[in-house]
């Protein structure tokens, strides 16, 4: 599995001829100017929620490869309204098997409502397996207790979770959901991409090292394989 980090909260994932993408925002993001949006492959694109910096290129990116938008029931009715019909809707604890990988919807604690203003549905991230592996996207979300439950009943190779503060998490409770869910290797995401969730990135790291856990903070860009 290879993890490739396109800006923000947006990531794509390779497996054995599938690829995923994760909440593309990446046209309307200064940061991300360096990534030929036309060079993304995806075959399902997965939609934590509806906010604009988390769906912006969906709907481009959706047509462009045939890939099928998997995210809550609303979400997805939204796009078919839009005119891309190919989704899987789901809600929180349901879990898919998409032949070579799955996937369960779980809480997040966040808001969601659409670009035009049309509900979102309520939030969530994703646990994805694929390759004997998986991973946590949790999406934007505040600390929540019920990431104890991933901790308890999952075995994780890693986890993207927000550090930017002010609308999600921050690094130090970031760094007690690396707790909750009990994994030590935590890819950061929603952080610098606007002034409101700008961090120090050294303090960031330093203050999970401390901790005995690793905070990855990848380059727009680059990836890591798991």
Known sequence: MKITFYGHACFGVELDGVSLLIDPFITPNKLAEGIDINAIKADYILITH???DHVADALFLAQKNDATIVSNFEIVSWFAEKGHVKGHPMNHGG???FGDFSVKYVNAVHSSVLPDGTYGGN??????????????????????YD?????????????????????TM???????????????????MHFNTFPYIEIDSEYAVEYFRKRERELILLTIGDNLKL
């Open 170 to 188: 921050g690094i130090e409770d970031a760094c007690i959901a690396s707790e909750f869910i009990q994994c030590d290797k935590i890819i950061g």
């Open 50 to 52: 509806g906010h604009e």
């Open 95 to 97: 879990n898919k098997n």
């Open 147 to 167: 990431m104890k439950l991933i901790g308890d009943f999952e075995q994780l190779d890693a986890a993207v979770l927000p550090i930017g503060d002010n609308f």
């Open 123 to 144: 939030p969530g991230g994703f646990l994805v397996k694929a390759n004997g592996k998986c991973v946590y996207f949790a999406g934007d979300t505040a600390l929540n």
